[in-house]
């Protein structure tokens, strides 16, 4: 059995989506408010501007592939989701890693 991670917007979707409305807003922010508390100090910051538009396309990439490894930066480098549409783009790629 294949597990899928979710993706930071498909969980943000899923959450906004139930509440609908006018509350969509206050549950997408609710949801990266909470989502940030939980996660290493280490990554925080990168994360804020990230999903508030304020990080540059590399970082908000980073913030990403972070989040799904579950912020054990190794797992990124380590990464072959190859059905993953960052996975050219992601950080801490091995020296030798062809984009093929």
Known sequence: MMLVK????????????????????????????????????????????????KASPRNAIKAFCIECMGYVRGEVTDCDTIDCPLNLYRPY?????SDD
Do not use: W
């Open 93 to 97: 790629r091995k020296a030798g890693d």
């Open 6 to 53: 979710a993706t930071v917007h498909d969980r943000l979707t899923v959450r906004s989506g139930m509440l609908g409305g006018n509350n969509m807003r206050k549950g997408r922010k609710m949801s990266i408010t909470s989502k940030a508390k939980d996660m290493p100090e280490i990554y925080k910051k990168n994360y804020l501007a990230s999903v508030s538009g």
